[in-house]
C-alpha cells in the first residue's frame, strides 16, 4: 500500500489531501500453449499408457480388448498430435514429457 499526496487550489488557497493510491496491475502471466500430449483425449492417454507398458500395438491390444487396427488407428492419431513422424520417436517425446511432470518442469 502506498499513499498519494495531492495538493490543489481551492479559492486561492492550497489544499493537501491524503489517499490511498491505487494498487499496481498485476503482471499478465504469459499464455503457454499445450503441449501435444495435454491435448490427447482421455482415451488416447489410455491407450498410450498401455502402448509404453506393453512396448507393441500388438500387446497393447490384447490388454485393451481392443483389436490391433483400432490400437493403432489411436498410434496414428497421438502422433499426429505430438508431431512425430514414428512410434519411436513418439515413444522417446513422451517419456521426456513424463519425466518433465514428475520433475514439475511443466509450469
Avoid: W
Avoid at 495538493?7 to 503482471?27: M, Q
Avoid at 492419431?77 to 505430438?82: F, G, L, N, R, V
Amino acid at each position: 500500500m502506498s499513499l498519494c499526496i495531492t495538493s490543489t487550489c481551492v479559492g486561492g488557497r492550497h489544499v493537501s489531501a491524503t489517499h490511498e493510491a491505487p494498487a499496481p496491475a498485476p503482471k499478465p502471466q504469459p499464455v503457454r500453449a499445450p503441449g501435444p500430449f495435454e491435448t490427447l483425449t482421455p482415451r488416447e492417454r489410455h491407450v498410450l499408457d498401455v502402448y509404453m507398458e506393453q512396448g507393441t500395438a500388438k500387446l497393447a491390444a490384447r490388454a485393451l480388448g481392443l483389436s490391433f487396427k483400432t490400437v493403432e488407428i489411436h498410434l496414428v492419431s497421438i502422433k499426429a498430435k505430438a508431431e512425430t513422424p514414428n512410434l519411436l520417436r513418439l515413444a522417446r517425446a513422451y517419456e521426456r514429457n513424463l519425466l518433465e511432470e514428475q520433475q514439475g518442469g511443466c509450469e
